[in-house]
């Protein structure tokens, strides 16, 4: 079953929701939907973390998962740097996980934006 995730920055960004995982999709295996920062037209994307040439839906651009630390900005207070907001995969596969840190907001630029589960899917 995978997740639901939503994103939301301060600076009142809030883009769709992210349905990550696989789901019970008969590709499971095969699948692993993330959210990505697309590097061409600045937008939070949906798409195959497993897939090495993963793309924007929208523009074709290349992509940034939000797993790169790149994107990832440390929350003071927060002991357990550990502490996962959403994670998918197995031991025998890339394993994607979203800490509980702050992210790139792609709107404002800062590192702010949060994201958490809201819902399982199918």
């Not at 998962?65 to 357990?80: C, I, M, R």
Request: glycine share 8%.
């Amino acid at each position: 079953m995978g997740s639901i995730l939503v994103a939301k920055c301060p600076c009142g960004f809030e883009p769709e929701p992210i349905f990550a995982g696989g789901g019970m999709m008969e590709k499971y295996r095969t699948i692993c939907l993330a959210p990505a920062l697309c590097l061409r037209c600045e937008s939070i994307v949906t798409a195959n973390y497993w897939d090495e040439d993963a793309r924007c839906p929208h523009c074709r651009g290349r992509v940034k998962f939000y797993d790169d630390p790149n994107l990832q900005a440390s929350k003071e207070g927060v002991t357990n740097s550990l502490s996962e907001v959403f994670a998918w995969g197995s031991d025998n596969a890339k394993r994607f996980v979203l800490s509980d840190k702050f992210f790139y907001c792609p709107r404002c630029g800062e590192f702010k934006m949060e994201f958490r589960v809201d819902l399982p899917w199918d």
